[in-house]
């Protein structure tokens, strides 16, 4: 399987390089940034040791679509997509949080609300919800955004100001910018007969001060997804639901003893069973974007990438 697991490209003019989770992240110059999505699974915080074929470039292409569908009303970073795996946008400095939004009782909150609590990151969850049942209004749970290996945390608004995390005047315009996309989501989502269940935004200032929408956006790593079609009726019936997400994923790893906890050992991952979750992502992308899934040259991924982010630097600079 030719998968794009790690990158250590040297770009020109190239300052240094952040490798996440699942992006690598070049500095050009100080002025753009090379966003690489490898074929990476992270899980509970936890990398996967094999990668998945043409994730990356399904993340890529649905984040890039869903940023020129709500530039209206979120700026975001993007400049262009010069590779299938490749974004490239301008420098920001990211904040440390992540913003979580759900309009659903599913996935964490969900686990959570099953152990009695009723409040998380300092928002009150109502009583008497079950699983997968819709909130009165859409909940904002930040988490701190964790590096590799580490764990994302939750936390509240009042923490992220009492530590001086964020201020209060660019934590008031995350909040607004991650209601009108939410929203913005959800309203797409019923278009393609999907539920924007819950999904997290990544935000970063530019070097003149502006928050911008940075990272992916509405991608089923970042996001959660319900087929509409019968959903009520499975809530009525006390059934699971049809979903769009890598949850998937997170529920087989549960099935074999591991949810990212000291002490635990991933299951191994069969060719077999790689190849089973690549055709779940590529099902995701077709449904979430409403059309079909080309698959990019694979032959040579790391030489098409530096070929592609090469002749667009050179452009890039030629054009300024």
């Known amino acids: 399987m030719n998968t794009i697991t790690r990158t250590d490209f040297n770009f020109p003019n190239q300052k240094s390089v952040y490798h996440g989770k699942v992006r690598e992240v070049y500095n050009i110059n100080d002025q753009l940034l090379v966003m690489i999505a490898t074929d990476r699974l992270s899980a509970f915080d936890v990398v996967m040791p094999k990668g998945i074929p043409y994730k990356g470039q399904i993340l890529n292409q649905i984040a890039t679509q869903f940023m020129q569908k709500t530039q209206d009303i979120v700026p975001n970073w993007l400049i262009a997509t010069p590779d299938p795996n490749v974004a490239v946008g301008h420098l920001c400095e990211p904040f440390k949080v992540e913003m979580v939004i759900r309009g659903y009782l599913s996935g ?6 099953a152990l009695g609590k009723r409040v998380l990151c300092g928002v009150v969850m109502q009583e008497g919800l079950k699983e997968n049942d819709p909130f009165s209004h859409p909940i904002i749970t930040p988490s701190t955004k964790a590096d590799l290996g580490d764990h994302d945390e939750d936390i509240s608004r009042e923490d992220i100001l009492k530590r001086n995390i964020v201020s209060e005047a660019d934590y008031l315009v995350l909040e607004q910018y991650t209601r009108a996309l939410y929203q913005r989501g959800t309203e797409m989502a019923a278009s393609r007969g999907l539920i924007l269940v819950d999904t997290k ?22 996001s959660r997804y319900f087929y509409a079609e019968g959903y009520q009726q499975r809530q009525d019936n006390g059934e699971q639901q049809k979903q769009l997400s890598k949850e998937f994923v997170r529920q087989w790893l549960i099935s074999n003893g591991f949810q990212g906890k000291e002490g635990q050992v991933v299951p191994e991952m069969t060719d077999e069973y790689i190849q089973t979750v690549s055709d779940r992502y590529i099902e995701l992308c ?22 592609n982010v090469v002749a667009f630097l050179a452009a890039y600079k030629k054009d300024k």
């Open 201 to 222: 935004y990544e935000f970063g200032k530019t070097k003149d001060g502006k928050i911008v929408l940075i990272d992916e956006i509405h991608t089923p790593d970042s």
């Open 286 to 307: 077709e449904n979430i974007l409403g059309e079909p899934f080309v698959k990019a040259d694979v032959s040579d991924i790391l030489a098409r990438i530096e070929n």
């Open 108 to 113: 964490h909150a969900a686990r959570e609300y």
